[in-house]
Nanobody
Framework: QVQLVESGGGLVQAGGSLRLSCAAS????????MGWFRRAPGKEREFVAT????????AYADPVKGRFTISRDNAKNTVYLQMNSLKPEDTAVYYC?????????????????WGQGTQVAVSS
């Protein structure tokens, strides 16, 4: 089983940037696709970004395309989410998750391990 711990959240003004990190424990990290999700107040959890085990392929939700970048460092067992040009509507708790397979996936049901989340707040 993989344990995931997110960090890097905080309060930022609109137009600013944050970089989230997700540190994973366990030997299966490099064999799993990873994803970032978020849950805004009063809303369902939604997909943000995903990356394959190799890091060569990625996918993004439409609202974050061109602003967010997912990456991973398998030597450090860490996945990142670089968030630029932040908007107030990006305010949410952000979660990282590891998938049961190695290909990137947008389907929440494909993810089997979840972190506790890190809060991101964007002020206008």
């Amino acid at each position: 089983q993989v344990q995931l711990v997110e960090s890097g959240g905080g309060l930022v003004q609109a137009g600013g940037s944050l970089r989230l990190s997700c540190a994973a424990s366990g030997r299966t990290f490099s064999s799993s696709a990873m994803g970032w999700f978020r849950r805004a107040p009063g809303k369902e959890r939604e997909f943000v970004a995903t990356i394959s085990r190799s890091g060569l392929t990625t996918a993004y939700a439409d609202p974050v395309k061109g602003r967010f970048t997912i990456s991973r460092d398998n030597a450090k067992n860490t996945v990142y989410l670089q968030m630029n040009s932040l908007k107030p509507e990006d305010t949410a708790v952000y979660y990282c998750a590891s998938a049961r397979g190695f290909m990137q996936t947008v389907d929440t049901h494909d993810y089997i391990n979840w972190g506790q989340g890190t809060q991101v707040a964007v002020s206008s």
